[in-house]
């Protein structure tokens, strides 16, 4: 097997040239026009006027503004009010000495390639499996528009908002931990709950408030990437324990607490990112009470609550009445991308070292984006969306695995999942799942590497495909492209080893 660098240049180089590729195909034609005229001008030359592109091309003159737009974004032109549009002053220096920051840095504590696949690779792949954001089509479209300009409407939204959120953003999510529950209300109030700009921030303040860098943190294994690098960012220790479909088992999670004087655990119960595994109410139980004999913490990330399909969540923190559990929700995904809006509910002390590192890092959260977000929330029509939504992805989901089985045995179909956004591959031992991504890419078809949720090294070949991203009628030419990739690198390595 090559070795882990060589692969990861080849995953680059598929990227690069990807996006390249697609960036030309995207440019307008004014756009291209405009890019010509800069590269043969000199700084300060006179652009051709709005006007005269507008007759030029034949187009409106919002599409020469919007050309013209990511021209001056791109600091290649800079408009002069009132005298006309110019190339921009290049600068001259080509090649800068960095190479003192190489002493006065040190080595890195997180590496490089520490942003998963699912983010920093583009998604306007022409049939992108690797990110795990639902497509527009599945957002609430009209309520976040309407949402949106209310909120720019009313003049409360626009002021400053209070450090831990919005009162009744803050007792929106307080309230959903005891929602589609007829039992006794879990006690958990508004005053428990702090809004943050998305969960991502929300765990690294939790494994800063919680933890001093050096201690241990016990983790699934494999876990979403990006808990594993904000625990890393945090100067924190990854145990890992193993979780496939089911959840870790109890006695593993009490030695590795016991061993690495671990007071942290952080976990998926629903839905798990990548695996789409759930825990059992028998499995949480049992987990939960190793957490409490062992006087620690359960970070709950309960970052898939809107995707149940065959399942709803119940919220481990229901069950906790003394402080164990630290909770995360958000609404990113379900909502939209572009409200970033989440919260913490946590109690006792804890909470209030994580609303001090809350502050300190955001001050708070944008009193714009919290009005809009508890809008779309409220109104009745979030409850009939949820109802389609649910339903969308089962049939996302079905379509998809039904594919995989097909064109790539069942066997890889690791099982299918209750809820969330994603299946979990695994392929024979031997493949090679950098190589196998990167020649997917370049036939126009991305996932996201397994390796990435490990915090150590993966124990076999996987990969996760995001059914909620594409559209499902390119769900089996993207099965094809992967199942043609496999049969070709087997046919490469049965050549190699004949002798
Ligand atoms: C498991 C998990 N937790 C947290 C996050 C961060 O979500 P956000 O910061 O968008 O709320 C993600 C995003 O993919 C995730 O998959």
Redesign the pocket.
Known sequence: MPGAGADTTGVEESIALLSSFMSNDSTTEIERHLRALVAAGAAGDRLPSTRALVSQFAVSPLTVQNAMQRLAAAGLIETRPGTGTFVSARPTITRSDFSWQTTALGSMRTGHSVVGT?MSLDSTVPIAMHS?YPSEGLLPQRLIRQALGRAARRSPDIDRPLLGGMPELRAYFANEIDANTAARASGISSDDTIVVP????A?ISVFRALAQPGDAIVMESPT?W??IAAARQAGLVIVPIARGSQAPRAAELDEALETSGARLFYA?PHFA?PTGALWTAAEAASLLDVIRARKAFLIE?D?AHDFGIDAQVRPLIWHDTDGHVVY?R?L??SVS?SL?V?AVIARGPALARIQVDRTVTDLYVSGSLQAAALDVVTDPGWRSHLVRLRESLRVRRDTLAGYVVEHLGAETLTHLPKGGLNLWLRFDDGVDVARLVAECLSKGVSMAPGAEWYPAEPPGSFVRLNFSGPHPERFGEGVEVIAAALASRRALDGRKGTP
């Not at 998305?198 to 921030?201: A, L």
Request: glycine share 14%; no cysteine; charged share 15%.
């Open positions: 699912a795990a998305g969960s991502q921030s765990l979403y990006g808990a998926q990112n990330d970052w995360l958000s990113s995904k991308p970033r989440g």
